[in-house]
């Protein structure tokens, strides 16, 4: 079958692939588009390790069909550094050791980064919501949610 | 429906490493012409921090600063044999097999310093900035990095160290079946308390206090890291996770992240945590190994706190809600310890 080309954004730049009939998203950004930080845990819509944004809202990539992401704009974990300058959510994830394996980590990133987008200033309760969807297996979540919230108080690193 | 809150405890020793045919691990280091080590392991980092501990024992051994080592654990074919990264014994197992290694290329740079300076290595000390010159005399000084080139490009001399630390097999007494299977042993106690629902059987863990002692924390943020990352997954075992039941056949029990559950974010314990350093002493710098035995004192201790809330003795976990009222319904009802 014939494949179909994809006019897209990604984090922000213009970019075209080909995506193969019934590919999904995570499969053509890894494969298709070079974008290696979303990750595939579960294929299934049940970790969240995959997790990215279409047009601002987070998406389980797994789910969603390559073809339909057509002149709508993707976000993912890749997009969270500005040049050499990492996110604030990144510097607070290493400050609160919120990573150990770091297979959960570009998926938690990018909840957590639509949530403060939307919500600057969450609730822990609003944290905790945001991050649901994102099974971890090693840090026990308290870190994590410490790291969201210190950004989300200004507490963090600048 | 009653909410019925008990409290549990629970202590437990865990053996660093094993014992089935001895225990060995190698390291191997040398320095690159520009001054700077590698240590080459082959137990793996799977975030528990092996690469980020092995490297400070390696520059405080060595005597460099911290940025001047890199750890290389990339390939376990052409690397020097491990056992491996479990059994909680990667702290102490390579750790000791890096001090070794380290020591031994430590006395080759000494020895290459000591004659660019035409003095005798044993009157040379590091600074851990980088430097190393003769006791009492800093001025009489060469760069780490200088007597690195010195080493490869004018004394033709490898700066270079192996290690091995080896645990014995322990052979078993025929009389008495004493053994020594194990070096040193990892302690912790941990308090938990649970609120368990008598009319559904659920159990939430809602807080837990914990001492562990894990000899010297040699990096206290990832011990930490490690301890709570741990007591969750404790907590997961305890109450949470299992591929029972499998009603009326093996192919409906849970087998994804649907139905094979573990707690949430929303779902975590406050965790407070002691940390106690009783320095071992055949650990690397004292330290032993907090891997697994951070998960295990939660278990018992859930099923304690679950049977001083209802009186049900659950033991087979984990802790279901099918268990809690099932035995709710063998006892006639929740009887709390507290009301005995």
Known sequence: MAKTPVNFTLNGSPRSAFAGPGQNLLDFLRREVGDLTPKFGCGQGT????????????????????ESVEGRAIGTAAGLPDGATL??????????FAAQCGYCTPGMLVSARALLDANPRPSRDEVIEAISGNLCRCTGYEPIIAAILAVAEGRARA | MTLHKGRGFAAINYPIGMNLGGDPSQALVHSN????????????????????????IAAETLGVPIADVYVDTADSDTGPHDMGSFASRGTHRMGNAVIRASEEARQVMLEAAAEELEVDAGDLVTDGQGNIHV???????????????????KQGRTIAGRGIFLVPLSDVDPETGEMSPVTTFAHAAMLVTVEVDDETGEVAVTD???AYEVGRALNPKLVEQQLRGGAWMGMSHAAWETTEPHYPARDHRPEDFNTYLMPGPGDIA???????????????????????MCANPVLPAVVNAVYDA??????????????VLRGLQANGGAKPRQAL
């Open chain 1, 47 to 66: 970790c969240g390790a995959c997790t990215v944004t279409i047009d601002g809202a987070t998406h389980l990539s797994c789910l969603v069909l390559a």
């Open chain 2, 33 to 56: 012409p520009d001054g700077k080590f590698t240590v080459a392991l082959s137990a793996i980092d799977l975030g528990q921090g092996m690469k980020s501990v092995t490297r400070q």
């Open chain 2, 270 to 292: 406050p965790h407070h945590i002691s940390i106690l350093e009783r320095p071992a002493e055949d650990g690397p710098y004292g330290g032993k190994g907090p891997g697994e």
């Open chain 2, 135 to 153: 006791r009492g005399a800093p001025s009489r000084t060469i760069t780490t990095m200088a007597a690195s080139q010195a080493a490869q490009f």
């Open chain 2, 208 to 210: 837990m206090q914990s």
């Open chain 2, 310 to 323: 209802v009186g049900v003795r659950i033991d087979e976990l984990p802790v279901t809600p099918e268990k």
């Open chain 1, 87 to 96: 996110d604030p959510l990144q510097e607070a994830f290493m400050d609160h």
